[in-house]
C-alpha cells in the first residue's frame, strides 16, 4: 500500500502549490517548457511552440494537352492565333508551375467532304516536331453546318497516347463555332467520348467561337460538364494581343544559334532521326515570327523545356554534363561535323563549343527575363483597356486545374 504524505506546514503547502503550478504550465503551455531550480526558487522556461510545420515538397507536374481545333474556313482567326500564341502558352504554364514534363498534341477538324475529316499532330513532349505541323494547317472548307465534332473528340481520347499516371494533369480544349454531327450513325458521339474521359482522368474544356450556330453552346457546354471542365464563349475570331519587345531579335539570333550548333552521335538511324528534328527546329524560324520565336525560346529555357529543346545524344549538352567522354563515342558513331578528326582535336572543340554555348544561354536566359518583364508591363495597360485575350483565357484554366494536381 502506497503512503500518502501530507505537508506539515504552511511553507510546505505553498511550495506545493508552486510545483502543482509549475508542472500545470509545463503540461499545458508547452511540450518543450523548462523547469530549473536557481538558489532554492523554481523557474519556468517556456519556449514558444513553433508555428512552423514543414510542408511537403510538391512533387513537379506532368502536363498533357490535346486542342481540338475546328479548321475550317470561318476558323482563319483560330489558326493564325495558335500559330503566334500557342508558345505563350505553354511558356507561361511551364514558368508558373514546377513542371517536370509537358506534352502537347492537336486534332483539327472539318468535316466529310472536306479536304480531310480529321488531322492528328500526336502528343509528344517535342513541341518544335508538333509546331512545324501546325504551321502546315490553314483554315479551309466548311461553309455548311454541323462540322465533325465528334470525331475530333472521339479521337483526342482514344488515339492520342495518354499517361496512366493518375497525377497527370491531362486536359482536352475543343475550340469552334458549329455544334458536333449528331445524325452520323457511325461517330462516337461525344457523350460516349466524354465518358471515357471521365474514366481516364482527362479533363474536357470547350471554347465556343463567335455568336452564329447558338445550338452549339448547349453541346459544348454538356461536353465540358461531364468531366467538370470550364466551358467559355469567345469572339469568332479568337482574338489576341501580340506584344513585341526590344529583346525579340536578340532573342531570336540567341536561340537560333544554339540551336545550329546542335550535334548528334550515335548510330545511323539515331542521327538521321536527331538531324532531321534539327532541320524542322531550323525551319520553324524562318516560318513563324519574332514573337512567337521569342516565347519559344522563354519555354526551352524552362525545366520542362530544356528537357526536350536538344533531345537525345546532343554531343556538347552530354559532353558539358559529364554524360559521355569522347574515349566512350566509336568513331563511326561521332557527329558527322566531327568525322576525320583526332580524339584531342575533337575535345579541343568540344570545350571551345561548351563555353560559348553556356554564354549564349546565360544570354538567352537574361533577355527571356527582360522580355517577360516587359510584357508584364504591356499586359497590364491593355487589360486596363479590357482587350480579349485568347490565350490568357486558356491559361487561366491550365493554371487552375493544373494545381488541383498538386
Known sequence: ????????????????????????????????????????EIVITTFAKSNSIKKEKKKPKDIEIVFCLDATGSMSGLIGTAKEKIWDIVSELAQSNDVESLKLGMVFYRDRGDGFVTKQIELTNDLDEVYSDLLEINAAGGGDTPESVNQALHEAISDMKWSNKSSTYKTIFVVGDCPPHMDYQDDVKYNQSCKIAAKNGIIINTI?????????????????????????????????????????????????????????????????????????????????????????ASYKMSKSGRKSWLGNKEIINDYANGKITIDQIKDDELPKELKGKSKDEIKVILEKLKKERSEKERKLKELSEKRKEFIKTKKKELNSSKQSSFSEKVVDVLKKQAKKKE
Open 208 to 296: 465556343k467561337l463567335g455568336t452564329s450556330c447558338k445550338s452549339a453552346i448547349y453541346h459544348f457546354k454538356e461536353m465540358a460538364s461531364c468531366t467538370n471542365g470550364e466551358f467559355m464563349q469567345l469572339d469568332q475570331q479568337a482574338s489576341d494581343f501580340v506584344i513585341a519587345t526590344p529583346y525579340d531579335n536578340d532573342i531570336y539570333e540567341a536561340s537560333q544559334s544554339i540551336d545550329q550548333s546542335r550535334m548528334y552521335y550515335g548510330n545511323q538511324v539515331e542521327q538521321s532521326v536527331n538531324y532531321s528534328k534539327k532541320e524542322k527546329s531550323m525551319a520553324v524560324y524562318e516560318k513563324s515570327s519574332k514573337t512567337s520565336n521569342s516565347a519559344r
Open 1 to 40: 500500500m502506497f503512503q500518502k504524505n501530507y505537508p506539515h506546514s504552511f511553507e510546505e503547502k505553498k511550495m506545493n502549490k508552486i510545483i502543482y503550478l509549475a508542472l500545470f504550465s509545463f503540461g499545458t503551455l508547452s511540450c518543450k517548457n523548462d523547469i530549473k531550480k536557481n538558489n532554492g
